[in-house]
């Protein structure tokens, strides 16, 4: 019974997260946490063969099944908290505990009697059991069930199959349109910028800086930048200027606070003086490349 | 002899809760979620009870609505799928059209 005092609460926790989490994924963490304490939970109750089952089928398939998908659907996947019907969501949390008290009452009024126990069920080994019964009594429900699972497997293959309606474009046919798209709308007629890769970042999710200092948006991947996981050149600049002054402070000398508005510029608003200073500079010269190396 | 009694309680908890989920949740792959959530809670229940009986025919009957859940998760699944694709939302209160 140990283990089941130490999992039921965390089951329950785990269940009642997913009721109050946004994000999809995080609800199917949380639900692969309370299906392995299940599983755990079935080894104790003598189900040696449902406990295996429950890991390789529900944690191993199922789950992954379901972060599949949620991947596929991706980003906007997260809840909204905008009720359609006025008090819905309140008088399902009633509903709910109506329900929950309704059954526990009736578990509580009655009374289970002694435990018989597996001990003589299992005696010839759980899995041989399980066949016998399997294969004997529910027979018909067993071949039902291959039945089951092939309907399912191809009703899903229906479903999830996308008929093309036009034929595939080629790389000759992109070619032809990048080409009519720079001729009638002046689009830009090569590849999108790379983004930005700096000295201590070359991540796909930092953008990189146009000559001005302004972050280009087209160098960066669209599902990123509306996923809001794109580092801001800014910060960027920020993160210079701290491991400037850690690098400047030993350092010293006079050469110092003209690098730092070098370092700063490079990634802000002015690069090109930046450059100017940091390279062509008298006297800082020496300091700055040495610095550059370290960064 | 353990009394499986706390079991049985705690899979009624799991059930309302999971119940709750499927009627608050508007994601339709967190509703689903709820729906395995609930599925899990009887598969305990019945764990219990042939624990209780000394028989195996419930761990049997948990077996089968294992069976049944991967069934329903992968044409759930794929009907999901096929209502992102053609509205761009996984949400239940998107897909509405009938009621116009």
Not at chain 2, 20 to 41: H, Q, S
């Given at each position: 019974?140990?283990?089941?005092?130490?999992?039921?609460?965390?089951?329950?926790?785990?269940?009642?997260?997913?009721?109050?989490?946004r994000?999809?994924?995080?609800?199917?963490?949380?639900?692969?946490?309370?299906?392995i304490s299940?599983?755990v939970?079935?080894?104790?109750?003598?189900a040696?063969?449902l406990?295996?089952?429950?890991?390789?089928?529900?944690?191993?398939?199922?789950?992954?099944?379901?972060l599949?998908?949620?991947?596929?659907?991706?980003?906007?996947?997260?809840?909204?908290?905008?009720?359609?019907?006025?008090?819905?969501?309140?008088?399902?949390?009633?509903?709910?505990?109506?329900?929950?008290?309704?059954?526990?009452?009736?578990?509580s009024?009655?009374?289970?009697?002694?435990?018989?126990?597996?001990?003589e069920?299992?005696?010839?080994?759980?899995?041989?059991?399980?066949?016998?019964l399997?294969?004997?009594?529910y027979?018909?429900v067993?071949?039902?069930?291959?039945?089951?699972?092939?309907?399912?497997?191809?009703?899903?293959?229906?479903?999830?199959?996308?008929?093309?309606?036009?034929?595939?474009?080629?790389?000759?046919?992109?070619?032809?349109?990048?080409?009519?798209?720079?001729?009638?709308?002046?689009?830009h007629?090569?590849?999108?910028?790379?983004?930005?890769?700096?000295?201590?970042?070359?991540?796909?999710?930092t953008?990189?800086?146009?000559?001005?200092g302004?972050?280009?948006?087209?160098?960066v991947s669209?599902?990123l930048?509306?996923r809001?996981?794109?580092?801001?050149?800014?910060?960027?600049?920020?993160d210079?200027?701290?491991?400037?002054?850690?690098?400047?402070?030993?350092?010293?000398?006079?050469?110092?606070?003209?690098?730092?508005s070098?370092?700063?510029?490079?990634?802000?608003?002015?690069?090109?003086?930046?450059?100017?200073?940091?390279?062509?500079?008298?006297?800082?010269?020496?300091?700055?490349?040495?610095?550059?190396?370290?960064? | 002899?353990?009394?499986?009694?706390?079991?049985?309680?705690?899979?009624?908890?799991?059930?309302?809760?999971?119940?709750?989920?499927?009627?608050?949740?508007?994601?339709?792959?967190?509703?689903?979620?709820?729906?395995?959530?609930?599925?899990?809670?009887?598969?305990?229940?019945?764990?219990?009870?042939?624990?209780?009986?000394?028989?195996?025919?419930?761990?049997?009957?948990a077996?089968?609505?294992?069976?049944?859940?991967?069934?329903?998760?992968?044409?759930?699944?794929?009907?999901i799928?096929?209502?992102?694709?053609?509205?761009?939302?996984?949400?239940?209160d998107d897909?509405?059209?009938?009621?116009?």
């Amino acid at each position: 019974m140990t283990a089941f005092w130490i999992l039921a609460p965390v089951m329950v926790v785990c269940a009642l997260g997913i009721l109050v989490v946004r994000k999809a994924v995080h609800a199917a963490l949380l639900l692969a946490t309370v299906m392995i304490s299940l599983a755990v939970l079935y080894a104790v109750l003598e189900a040696p063969f449902l406990f295996v089952v429950q890991i390789i089928v529900y944690t191993g398939a199922i789950l992954m099944l379901f972060l599949f998908v949620v991947m596929l659907v991706g980003v906007d996947a997260s809840d909204s908290l905008v009720e359609t019907i006025r008090g819905q969501r309140s008088a399902a949390v009633v509903a709910g505990i109506a329900l929950g008290a309704l059954l526990l009452v009736g578990v509580s009024q009655l009374s289970l009697g002694a435990t018989v126990g597996l001990e003589e069920a299992n005696a010839g080994g759980n899995i041989e059991g399980l066949a016998d019964l399997l294969f004997s009594r529910y027979v018909l429900v067993f071949e039902v069930t291959a039945a089951l699972l092939i309907t399912a497997a191809l009703g899903a293959m229906v479903l999830a199959h996308r008929e093309r309606t036009s034929a595939k474009p080629g790389q000759a046919e992109l070619a032809a349109q990048r080409v009519r798209d720079f001729g009638t709308k002046g689009l830009h007629l090569g590849p999108l910028p790379a983004p930005g890769v700096y000295a201590r970042h070359n991540a796909v999710d930092t953008p990189a800086l146009l000559p001005d200092g302004t972050p280009a948006e087209t160098s960066v991947s669209q599902t990123l930048a509306a996923r809001g996981t794109i580092r801001h050149a800014p910060d960027l600049a920020d993160d210079i200027e701290d491991v400037q002054r850690a690098l400047g402070g030993p350092a010293g000398g006079a050469g110092t606070p003209a690098d730092t508005s070098a370092g700063s510029g490079h990634n802000t608003e002015n690069p090109s003086t930046g450059n100017a200073t940091g390279a062509g500079g008298p006297g800082a010269s020496g300091t700055g490349t040495d610095e550059e190396a370290h960064r | 002899m353990t009394d499986v009694t706390p079991y049985v309680v705690l899979s009624a908890i799991l059930f309302s809760i999971g119940a709750v989920g499927v009627l608050t949740r508007r994601n339709a792959i967190v509703v689903f979620m709820c729906v395995e959530l609930m599925l899990n809670a009887c598969n305990l229940a019945l764990v219990a009870f042939a624990k209780q009986h000394g028989n195996l025919d419930g761990q049997v009957a948990a077996f089968f609505v294992m069976v049944v859940a991967a069934a329903e998760v992968v044409v759930g699944l794929a009907i999901i799928m096929t209502i992102f694709r053609t509205r761009r939302s996984a949400s239940v209160d998107d897909a509405s059209l009938l009621k116009y």
